[in-house]
């Protein structure tokens, strides 16, 4: 892992590094020392590692005392992008702007990205929890809308991630791997979100295997998010990671 910028301000550190090919940033309280809580971040599609919201949400768990680290997703931000990722991606605008419900082309362009993206994720956990200012805590996952798709996977196949908030996504070509999650998992759901029909959301949240999971529906559309959910993220992990 190499560190190629720091900066700090308002009581948060902000690293950004590359592990092998691998762009990412690494938010942690300033002045972090010893073993900590540590959150992955995954962004939304056509997103990046410090795409607003991201960021936003990064630095806020960060200030509550966890790590949390973020990367661009394969095909994203500073990554390559190759010719079968932008045709799938046309494919979906396409679709989209016809009108009609993406919904399975949402669900093959998660699968193309998911082996190769649960993979760079557990490369940089394992070189996270190497540095002494994050160490092997515990592990939560947070992801939406692409986050939530390519998430689904990784902590199926993770032990090392003992909760999940995720949202904004359907059950198209998920519920095996969420029939293996049995950690627990905090779900939105937008109840007019028009790119992801209600019955297909709360279909993979009936999906989860977990003992304990919780549906959080709020009006709105795929991007009116209330700012109080982060807030109730915030809440989770510390229940579930302290």
Known sequence: MRFTSQTSSDGVTEQFFTLDEIPGVLWTPEGACGT???ILLGHGGGQHKTAPGTVSRARRFAADGFAVVAID???HGERPKD???GRIAAEMRAAMAAGENPGALVAGMHTYL???AVTDWQAVLTAVQCLDKVGVGPVGYCGM??????GIPLIAAEPRIRAAVLGLLGVHGLAEDAGRITVP???VVQWDDHLVPRD????LFDAFASAEKTLHA???NHGDVPSFEVDSSVRFFARHLS
């Open 36 to 38: 900590r809580p540590l």
């Open 73 to 75: 997703a394969p095909h």
């Open 83 to 85: 010719e079968a990722f």
């Open 114 to 116: 998911a082996g190769q």
């Open 145 to 150: 809308s692409m986050g939530c798709g390519l």
């Open 185 to 187: 998992v905090q779900f």
């Open 200 to 203: 297909q959301s709360l279909a």
């Open 218 to 220: 709020n009006p709105g």
